[in-house]
């Protein structure tokens, strides 16, 4: 074996060497590996926005966990979330899960405001208490298409105050 060849051969084991790096660091922080480590509850949403599987799990800003999946429930029309928390996360029965945008331009996640119970959630239960996501982009546009009156109702207090802002007082000297 020339140098050539050897040096070649040594390149070669190193490349790969990285590559089965790289591809073990995406797998750990997909949120795939979370599922050997964790316990499974499920969330129903009116909406979900944003959130797809792989999106965080947080509790207090905090990534407790990763969604595994989402599917409508064809009786409800809401839809069912499974999350994924790491086993050492307790999580109490009287907990709220809300859907969290991440920001104007995209995903959300998934934010657990523990209750106060004594009781804990386990595998295969459920947070009855959510909120789901809300559509912005709608609140918005139909507080600009009604031209910035929804929900505005008239202070009967204010109504006259300007009545007589323009009458004369009287002759000005």
Known sequence: MGKGQIFESIVGVAVLAVAIAFLAYAYETSGRALTARTYSLTAVFGRIDGVTPGSEVRIAGV???????????????????????????????D????????????????????????????????????????????????????????????????????SGVNDPIGDVP
């Open 95 to 162: 907990s709220v899960a809300k859907v969290v945008s991440d920001g104007l331009l995209g995903g959300a996640h998934i934010a657990i405001e523990p209750g106060g119970s004594d009781v804990m959630l386990g595998e295969g239960d459920t947070i009855a208490i959510t909120q789901g996501s809300v559509d912005l982009l709608g609140l918005a546009m139909q507080d600009f298409t009604s031209g910035g009156k929804s929900g505005e109702a008239p202070v009967p207090e204010a109504e006259g105050a300007a």
């Open 63 to 93: 990534k407790v966990g990763a969604v595994s999946g989402s599917a409508l429930d064809p009786e409800t029309f809401e839809a069912r979330v499974r999350l994924n928390v790491a086993n050492g996360v307790v999580v109490p029965e």
